[in-house]
């Protein structure tokens, strides 16, 4: 009998040993969310760009863009969403990050909004300063996570996370200017497209500080939100 137990033992870890060779940590139903939800989004923009193309003609007294920017734009946009998720999603099983559910839903929101729907600058030509404020309060969210992993006290968990989004958002201005001057895809500045003619509304130069500066109030707002929720729960403690 005891044998058979036995048997029984090592079969049942053989058969975890596969699974953890096959799947990694995927058995953990956490992953399996992470995972479907990529496959899930990814089939909803599929469905949403079909739309945009077969039906632009219903579209185009709303949307008022050309139909080959629409077809370039979304090819290009779904391409690059798909690989910046699936990169976070495998980042995130690599390194056992543990990211939870809203750091995902952050992704999805930031890149669908600012990178799916990015056609929406030329008409809408403060429709990125939104983005500029929230989006780093959504990073830092990110940020916050993986620096709080590290035994850190709370004032250094802040600094480092602050001064990550910051850098980043700096790089990120510097890529825009690099990727104008080499293509002028106008990505500096705010531009009101009307039948073709672009019309400059905000300097490049004026544009770029705002921007930062959004950003900079965004992370600080962030870090604000933590600095208060750490006192009401110290302050619940005692």
Known sequence: MKKILVIKEKLKNIKKVKVEKIFG?????????KRN??????GILFLISFFLIRYFNILKDLILINIKYIKLFNFISLTGLIVIIFCFYL??????LNFKKRHYFFIYFT????VFLSFLYFKYPYYDKFEHFFFPMMYASIAYH???????NLFWKLFFTFF???????IFELVEYFLDLLFDWKLQGVFFENLGNYEIILDKI?????????GVLGTLAYVFSVVFIEFRKKHKRL
Request: hydrophobic share 50%.
């Open 206 to 214: 004026d544009d770029t500080m705002i921007d930062v500066g959004l």
């Open 146 to 152: 993986i620096v709080s992993r590290h035994k850190l």
């Open 111 to 114: 890149l669908i909004v600012g």
């Open 37 to 42: 939800s990529f496959f899930i989004i990814i």
């Open 91 to 96: 980042a995130d099983k690599s390194f056992n």
């Open 25 to 33: 940590k995927e058995e953990n139903k956490a992953y399996r969310f």
């Open 164 to 170: 990550i989004i910051i850098g980043s958002i700096s």
